[in-house]
């Protein structure tokens, strides 16, 4: 069974990150999408509720299963058996951080390997940033984000 582990801040999930999720898991059996805690951000949303809004996001792809983290990417992927890990690429901009981030976890585990994901180009441009951004200006969020996130961040967040 192939395990792959998709790894970030998802602060919030955008329909970006869904696109590259879903081509995971057409291509893995397993894909745990894994909620980074990094101590040293002030995340716009709660990694609980991070969580929660991806799994209320992810309902129709039965092999995915959302967990969080902390420390290192290339242990949490060691203790869930997992031989990928996915990296989402939306420009050509992203590319370098991204082969660095890969080439530091080979140095670290070389049988776990980075596999680069495109997402579609209505994508490209969309980032969590972006919707934070688009948010704290009173904008419409709804074409870039899950229905539940839309949701939830239009009513709990009161924005």
């Not at 839309?150 to 009513?155: D, G, I, P, R, S």
């Given at each position: 069974m192939k395990i792959a582990i998709y790894?970030?801040?998802?602060?919030?999930i955008t329909n970006g990150h869904l696109d590259i999720l879903k081509n995971a898991s057409e291509i893995f059996d397993e894909v745990i999408i894994a909620?980074?805690?990094?101590?040293?951000?002030?995340?716009?949303?709660?990694?609980?509720?991070r969580v929660?809004?991806?799994?209320?996001?992810?309902?129709?792809?039965p092999n995915v299963k959302v967990d969080s983290f902390s420390g290192l990417t290339i242990e949490y992927a060691k203790k869930h058996n997992a031989e990928v890990l996915i990296r989402?690429?939306?420009?050509?901009?992203?590319?370098?951080y991204e082969m660095q981030l890969s080439q530091a976890n080979s140095a670290l585990c070389a049988s776990i390997k980075t596999v680069f994901l495109t997402t579609k180009p209505?994508?490209?441009?969309?980032?969590?940033s972006t919707?934070?951004?688009i948010l704290s200006n009173n904008g419409d969020i709804s074409k870039f984000v899950p229905d539940a996130v839309?949701?939830?961040?239009?009513?709990e967040k009161g924005v």
């Open positions: 790894p970030g801040s998802f602060d919030p909620v980074a805690h990094n101590i040293n951000k002030n995340g716009f949303l709660t990694v609980e509720e929660n809004l991806i799994k209320k996001s992810i309902k129709d792809l989402g690429l939306r420009a050509v901009s992203d590319f370098e209505e994508y490209n441009f969309i980032s969590s919707i934070r951004e839309n949701e939830y961040l239009t009513a």
